[in-house]
């Protein structure tokens, strides 16, 4: 569509977590330093915490693929896993055969689980290999899931946890967290940190990142359209690509490469997550100016 118009080889804004676009803001490079000690320190429980859309997903392929040798990772992008499919998951994704443990009755299901699990984990462990697990959307998982991913915990040597465990969630996980059926999982999290969005310098530079992991390209974006850009955003890598998309098209179809705030507004308002309440600021914003300029008028007219 717009490729060619501004020299791109791929889409710069693609809200598909794509590590080959991982920018290194302040934050998430802080989230990113974080993950990286506490899992080879060999630290049992992380949890890091964002709103949506603040780049948790990215983040954690990212560390997936960052760990390097001697870890063998697995990934459980599905929150509302019952106990029991919580470990029949990670028992596939560690290799283990779960064909027969799935027909077992639910009362002997969860035991044989676990038993299994720490025999692998305990065959990993002597050949030098660490695990982790990483969950996404934890804020979605239930008190009883939770719970078992305590006792997923509890399988160690006398020297070393044998699986470590990064949750990446909401702020609502917070609160599922200060549940007290939960107070003994939330005890075991030793390292905790908060991805916040970015800031106004850090936006023209991650625009400007993006554009050059696609090949380059001719595209400029103004001071005034960065700024409408961060304001509606609040800063949030989702919303900043969905506009910035949104914002180069109508750049394309006036065949221009500069973005200004006239293509901004236009990917604002045709966004529904960005206008959403701007119809009342924005009629909130016109009152006073209108009072203002008739207070003048009036002042004047004295």
Known sequence: MYLEHFGLKEWPFGITPDTSFFFSSRSSQQALNTLLVATRSGEGFIKITGEVGSGKTLLCRLLLLTVGDGFVTAYLPNPTLTPPGLLLELAAELGLGT??????????????????????????????????LCLD??????????????????????????????????????????????????????????????????????LRHRLQVAGGGSARFTAPALWLLKWRSGGYPRLVNVAAHKALMAAFGRDTRTVGLREMWAAVTDTAALRWQMPRLTWTWLGMLAVGLMALGLMRVG
């Not at 064909?99 to 984990?121: D, I, V």
């Not at 804020?139 to 070393?160: C, D």
């Open 99 to 132: 064909s027969r443990l799935r027909t077992l009755p639910p009362a002997r299901q969860t035991p044989q689980l676990l038993k299994k699990l720490n025999e692998r984990l305990l065959h990993l462990a002597a050949q030098g290999d660490r695990v982790l």
């Open 137 to 206: 959307e934890v804020q979605a998982m239930s008190v009883e899931t939770l719970e078992t991913l305590r006792l997923l915990t509890n399988l160690e040597t006398e020297k070393r946890k044998l699986l470590q465990v990064v949750i990446f969630g909401q702020p609502e996980l917070d609160e599922k967290l200060a549940h007290p059926s939960v107070r003994q999982l939330r005890q075991r999290i030793t390292f905790d940190y908060r991805l916040e969005p970015l800031s106004g310098i850090e936006l023209g530079r991650y």
